[in-house]
Each structure stands twice: as structure tokens, then as C-alpha cells.
């Protein structure tokens, strides 16, 4: 049961990441490729407060989806200048390199070695250390981020992100700041791709860079691609099938050094047959041109 419990942890971590990803890629029709460095910000400033000042998780949480926000900002400024190919490749690069820091930073991050005893949330002195307890938490934070990214879908703002998306040079026609929009797209993706990346440091209290890596990435598009892109519920359908599925390998009894390349396998697969067969995903309202 409690093995149970942990996946539907790491599993709405996912969703945090695939919705805050989707209203990137599927509402307003950018290619973003490097969305997990954002958790990795978030995870990492998030626990070096905590292991090296005493901040409470709570408030390096914040804290952590503000840095992430701001390096949204840093990034989002130049890129959402380019299109199609050259966004993608602007953003995985993005990725490469907030990989390459936190491998390499080892004075800060321990590099390779990682960030171990990672203090866990705890609520008026007790520590959530039952995993049911922590789900609660995780499901409070899914449906903060589904609820807040719902109301800026379907309010004014979000009939522009749609604009751009199936049309950016109408929506330039008609006096709509384009870059201004995107950019606040990517500010606020940051943002609770950061709350992600800070849940999980602090649920699994040990991060490490290989946590962070394009792979992963690749791994949340892919969720959000499958799931149905422009879509809130197929946000939650493609984390939960992509986290639960790769799971029923290890009942197969294979070894994990075979387990986890079959893994990144079956996600390419998925995401090639994907792209011919169904490029809006299962109940998705947008396909890439």
C-alpha cells in the first residue's frame, strides 16, 4: 500500500510539471524543451536553504519558485524571440547548461555527490513523515496549480495565449504585446515547475543532478503530448499512465540496469507514434504545425 502511495506522490509531482508545461506548450503553442531545469532551480535553492541556513521548508519552497520565476525571466527574455526549431533548441540548451551547474558547481551542490538529508514539510513542529501525509500535501499543491491555471486559461489573458498560439500574426495585428505574453507564460511555468522540483527534493529528501536531466525533460513533454496538449485533463491523464506505466516493468523482474534504458525506449516510442498517429494527444485541442 505504501509503495502504492509513493507513486501517487511522484505522480502528482508530474502533473504539477505536465500543467505548468502545458500552458506553455499547449496554450500558447511554444516548443520548450528544457522545463525541468526549472524544478532543478527550485529543488536545489529550496534545499541548500534548508541544509545550510535552517529556512523552513515552507519558505524555501517560495522561495525556490521565485529564483526559478526569475530565471524564467532570464531565459524567457532572449528565447521567445525565436520560433519553432530554434525555441526548442534555445530551451534544451537552457536545460543542458542548469545540468551542466549542478553537476559541475560542486562547491554549492555537491555535484555528483548530491544534496543528502533533505528535512521533510512539517506542520506545527511534526514532520510529514507518514507517505499518505505527504500525498495530501502533494494533492493540495495539484489542485492549487490546476485551479490558478484554469482561471488564467479561461480568462481574457487566456483567449491570447490562444490567439498566438493558432495565429501570432493576428494577434500582432490586432495591438496584442505578443513577446510581453509569452514571457509571462514562461514566468509563471517557472514558477510551479519550481514548487515541483521543491516538493520532490523534500519528499525524497536526496537530490542529486541526475534527477535533472534533458531525459526528464523530454519525459514531461511527452506526458503533456500524450495526455492532449491545450488540455487540463490531459494533463493529469498523461502524468499518471506515464508515471504508473513504466512502474509494472519492475514486477517483470528485470534488473534496473535493463529496467531503465527500456524505459527511455518505450517513452520514444510513445512519443514517435504519437507525433504520426495523434499529435493533439488523447483529448488534446492543439497539434504542432
Known sequence: MEYLLHILVIAGIYIILTLSLNLIVGYTGLAALGHIAFACVGAYTSSLL???YGVSPWLGLIIGAFIASLIGIIIGAPSIRLKGDYLALATFGFGVIVYSISKNW????????GLPGIPKFSFFGL?????WAYLLLVAAFVFITA???NRIVDSPFGRVLKSIREDEVASLSIGKNVNRYKLIVFVVGAFFAGIAGSLYA???TFIDPSSFTAMESI???LMVVFGGMGS???SFIGALV???FPEMLRFLGMPSSVAAPLRQMIYGLLLIVLMIKRPQGIIGKYRFR
Open 127 to 131: 514532520e510529514l513523515q507518514p507517505v
Open 106 to 113: 560542486v562547491s554549492l551542490t555537491r555535484g555528483p555527490m
Open 202 to 204: 523534500h519528499y525524497i
Open 242 to 244: 506515464l508515471v504508473i
Open 232 to 234: 487540463i485533463t490531459g
Open 50 to 52: 534548508a541544509l545550510n
Open 147 to 149: 485551479f490558478i491555471i
Open 219 to 221: 519525459a514531461v513533454l
